[in-house]
């Protein structure tokens, strides 16, 4: 049983032309590849001034992410489903037991 978590969805036209809903979905798509290019290049900084502006850069794109997320779903473009509680126990479990995999001791 899916229980879908959404917001009433705004109307979109029929089109081949690009729509809201398409430039919106671009967007996002675009912030969240430029997001996770920012914190490689984060990580690769040689210098803690070229960091530090990284970093901002990265924080900017970050939030810009998170408004264009909570716009779509606010417009009913980003509907989410709630998972059941035995699901999210299956995930949990299934993961803490991924810890003896680490090539370091459990709880460091």
Do not use: W
């Not at 675009?30 to 530090?52: F, G, N």
């Not at 810009?64 to 909570?70: D, G, I, S, T």
């Not at 716009?71 to 035995?86: H, I, N, R, V, W």
Request: proline residues 4%; charged residues 20%; aromatic residues 10%.
């Amino acid at each position: 049983m899916s229980k879908k978590i959404q917001n009433p969805a705004i109307t979109i036209p029929d089109t081949s032309n690009m729509t809201d809903r398409d430039f919106i979905t671009d967007m996002l798509t675009t912030e969240k590849y430029i997001t996770v290019s920012y914190a490689i290049a984060e990580h690769e900084a040689s210098h803690a001034s070229l960091y530090e502006t990284i970093h901002q850069i990265s924080n900017e794109s970050n939030q810009m992410q998170r408004r264009l997320y909570e716009c779509m779903f606010q417009k009913g473009l980003y509907p989410l489903e709630a998972a059941d509680t035995s699901k999210i126990q299956e995930s949990y479990t299934q993961h803490v037991g991924y810890e003896s995999q680490f090539p370091y001791g459990q709880g460091n």
